[in-house]
């Protein structure tokens, strides 16, 4: 099974930040990840697809890179409606997520 | 405008049972893939199964496979998940998902399973 190990596990930045969250895989996953943001109360909702492609919708602050085993997401220009929990997920070789980073305005 | 709607959660015993529904709406349905996805209150995502557009195959993870069964009806546009011998640490909100790429690009609202004597 491929494991995903993701970090920080919290993150408090102010607004106008640039802030980045890494997953790392155990084994290479060809481009294979996508991000979710998850909102308090919210169900989760897609940020980014194919390690880097941006889902239909999503503010253009947001971008994700990565190859290999290792993987990122950016957020430029932090806003208060950020604030959120963000995962990771392979779906390279069946599915599994990232134990997510809690992203707090400082 | 995509909508999944879950249904069916609630309340159960350790060892029982429970059907999980979800009616989707605003797609061709049976063009798609979809899948479960759970979070145990304030945890992660895990993924709990996954069947192709015509229902042919499905997948499990192991903490799942041989007491949980995902079957959809695509004349009635509703995926399903029959959740046998429930356990403690099946505790969670369980969403219905469509998979798109591989990613999950919608997702329902969620549906609150709650395993305890």
């Known amino acids: 099974d491929i494991q995903m190990t993701q970090s920080p596990a919290s993150l408090s930045a102010s607004l106008g930040e640039t802030v980045t969250i890494e997953c790392r895989a155990s084994?290479?996953?060809?481009?294979?990840l996508a991000w979710y943001q998850q909102k308090p109360g919210k169900s989760p909702q897609l940020l980014i697809y194919?390690?880097?492609s941006l889902h239909t919708g999503v503010p253009s602050r947001f971008s994700g890179s990565g190859s290999g085993t290792q993987y990122s997401l950016k957020i430029n220009s932090l806003q208060s409606e950020d604030v959120a929990s963000y995962f990771c997920q392979q779906y390279y070789d069946y599915l599994t997520f990232g134990s997510g980073t809690k992203l707090e305005i400082k | 405008e995509v909508q999944l709607v879950e249904t069916g959660g609630g309340l159960v015993q350790p060892g029982r049972s429970l059907k999980l529904s979800c009616v989707a709406s605003?797609?061709?349905?049976?063009?798609?893939?979809m899948s479960w996805t759970r979070q145990a209150p304030g945890k992660g995502l895990e993924w709990v199964a996954s069947i192709t557009n015509s229902g042919g195959s499905t997948y499990y993870p192991d903490s799942v496979k041989g007491r949980f069964t995902i079957s959809r009806d695509n004349a009635q546009n509703t995926l399903y998940l029959q959740m046998n011998s429930l356990r403690s640490e099946d505790t969670a909100t369980y969403y219905c998902?469509?998979?798109?790429?591989?990613?999950?690009?919608?997702w329902g609202q969620g549906v609150m399973v709650t395993v305890s004597s």
């Open positions: 998902t469509r998979a798109w790429l591989g990613a999950f690009d919608y």
């Open positions: 084994e290479d996953i060809y481009n294979g």
């Open positions: 194919n390690a880097n």
């Open positions: 605003g797609f061709t349905f049976n063009n798609y893939w």
